[in-house]
Nanobody, 127 residues
Framework: QVQLVESGGGLVQAGDSLRLSCAAS????????MGWFRQAPGKERGFVAA????????YYADSVKGRFTISRDNAKNTVYLQIDSLKPEDTAVYYC????????????????????WGQGTQVTVSS
């Protein structure tokens, strides 16, 4: 089992950058594929970015390609989401998620793929 704690959200202006962090408990972090999702008020939770166990493969939602970067540091049990050129439409609660992956290459893009979730961190972008 793994527990996830996100941090790094806040109130920022359009055009700013943020780096979200997700710290995982446990000694087998490198066994988990990780993902970031977001949920805006009144909307369903949606996929943002995913990364495989080693960090060598990443995948992004079309809406964030070129502005968001997912990465991980397995030595620190942490996954990151760098967000550049923030837009008001990026305002949402951002969640990290984990799933134990037996495939080194795999990443996952749907909510139902993941077994563990953090509590979320709020990102608010003012125009």
């Amino acid at each position: 089992q793994v527990q996830l704690v996100e941090s790094g959200g806040g109130l920022v202006q359009a055009g700013d950058s943020l780096r979200l962090s997700c710290a995982a408990s446990g000694r087998t972090f490198s066994s988990y594929a990780m993902g970031w999702f977001r949920q805006a008020p009144g909307k369903e939770r949606g996929f943002v970015a995913a990364i495989n166990r080693s960090g060598g493969t990443t995948y992004y939602a079309d809406s964030v390609k070129g502005r968001f970067t997912i990465s991980r540091d397995n030595a620190k049990n942490t996954v990151y989401l760098q967000i550049d050129s923030l837009k008001p439409e990026d305002t949402a609660v951002y969640y990290c998620a984990a799933v134990e992956s037996y495939s080194r290459a795999s990443y996952y893009v749907t909510v139902s793929d993941y077994d563990y979730w953090g509590q979320g961190t709020q990102v608010t972008v003012s125009s």
